[in-house]
């Protein structure tokens, strides 16, 4: 065996020739038996004309039987963890003589896991303000708001027109409502409308253009100045309810607001300490794949960068872009992402040895719940989800989730905690660039 390079091996084999011989007869007299040779009948033609007549496909059988029946052999004999499919060359087979060939291939990383305990990440528990509570409550309310008709009145700032309106002109595909409504002044609202509408009153009707920036949600609309012919139908007034333990009652299982109040810290806590806690343990993780710098399988690392691209083409189609529309260059896309791919694998690596020493495994009970959430989610039987889900190899994946959070979780609990660095001020010369110069 020789070591190439990382995790790349080559072996050369030599199968004897008395080993090439017999394997020879025996594939010669298998097609022997089902040949139709004329003049023949099935198994009778002689030897040499069968061999004549389909040398190199006995040829082909025989490597195929022999090659890897050998190389198994030698690799279990070295004791190797193959990934990958080896590749084969060199290969020299003649009659008479021992069958000699070369198989390259890549291996498993062995490597010696430094200390992951106590690794120091910058970690701190998160705090939640009176200001944060009632932000979170204003949010509550917006979501129990009502609008209220009012008298007819010419509209001002903070009212919603209730509008009734047909594009002109400027979009290619017409734009028309019986009834929208359009908060004055408001900062997702077009300036065209709070213009236009600030002052009419219910009965009026008005035509004016609106102009939508370049990147505005809507594709019909987004960069296009779009004439319209609107009549105002009303004018009404947002309601919000009174933050009192009614309201906390009709939000769910409280009794008071103080409840809800609680509720609400626990909440904004509990996001906040998974968001600071996954990122102290990107960090950890980090500062492990730095401490241990060893030689990854390059099928590995190319798989990895696959999944990245598939990742960010589904995200693109959920966005409405159609992945087919890009010409992906494989090669600078391998070249650029190579780095970062190699340090996730890298990463993946280090946490399964970690698993694997702490005995760190998800259990039947673990991987059930989840099932049970999947199948709730898809609204059918937990027995219809986990056949699908075992079918398609997504229970595997659950599988080993759930054990790379759970050593995750370990590593945390097991790290030294540090303060976190303030964030670095601007520097002056940072502060004047994105100060606007006085005119």
């Given at each position: ?270 996001q906040r300490q ?54 992906l260059d494989w ?62 190899g997504t229970l ?44």
């Open positions: 065996m020789a070591l190439v390079e990382g995790c790349k091996h080559e072996l050369e084999i030599s199968i004897p020739g008395e080993a090439v011989e017999q394997e020879t007869k025996t594939v010669t007299e298998r097609f022997r038996q089902r040949a139709q040779l004329k003049g023949f009948r099935a198994g009778k033609a002689p030897v040499s004309l069968v061999r004549q007549n389909f040398g190199s496909d006995i040829r082909q059988k025989v490597l195929e039987n022999l090659v890897p029946k050998f190389l198994d052999a030698k690799i279990g004999e070295e004791h190797l963890r193959v990934v990958g499919t080896p590749n084969i060359s060199d290969v020299h087979f003649h009659e008479g003589e021992s069958l000699h060939f070369k198989a390259q291939f890549e291996v498993f990383p062995e490597f010696e896991l430094n200390d992951y305990r106590g690794v120091e990440t910058p970690y701190a528990e998160p705090q939640v303000s009176d200001e944060d509570i009632a932000k979170r409550i204003e949010e509550l309310r917006e979501t129990k708001a009502t609008y209220a008709n009012e008298e007819p009145r010419p509209i001002v700032t903070g009212d919603y027109a209730v509008v009734a309106l047909e594009s002109l002109s400027g979009t290619d595909e017409p734009v028309k409502a019986d009834e929208v409504q359009v908060l004055i002044g408001g900062p997702e609202t077009m300036a065209g409308f709070t213009e236009h509408l600030t002052g009419a009153s219910p009965g009026d009707e008005k035509e004016f253009d609106v102009t939508y920036p370049d990147d505005y949600g809507r594709e019909q609309l987004a960069g296009k100045t779009v004439r319209f012919h609107v009549t105002v139908k009303g004018v009404r007034r947002k309601e919000l309810p009174e933050v009192n333990d009614d309201f906390a009652q009709d939000l769910g299982d409280f009794r008071t607001v103080d409840e809800l109040r609680e509720a609400v810290r626990k909440s904004i806590f509990a998974m968001e600071a806690q996954r990122t102290a343990k990107d960090k950890l993780v980090d500062k492990l794949v730095d401490a241990n710098m060893f030689a990854v399988p390059t099928v590995f690392v190319d798989r990895q960068i696959e999944n990245r691209v598939e990742q960010r083409l589904r995200a693109l189609a959920q966005e409405g872009v159609d992945p087919s529309s890009f010409n090669a600078k896309i391998k070249e650029a992402q190579r780095d970062q791919a190699t340090r996730e694998v890298r990463a993946s690596l280090i946490l399964g040895r970690v698993a694997e020493r702490e005995a760190i495994v998800a259990t039947n009970e673990e991987v059930d719940a989840e099932v049970d959430r999947i199948a709730r989610q898809e609204r059918e039987a937990v027995a219809v989800t986990r056949k699908k889900l075992l079918e398609n595997e994946r659950i599988a080993s989730h759930i054990q790379t959070e759970k050593t995750l979780n370990f590593l945390f609990d097991n790290a030294t905690k540090t303060v976190p660095l303030p964030e670095p001020e601007p520097t002056a010369l940072e502060t004047s660039e994105d100060t606007p110069a006085a005119e």
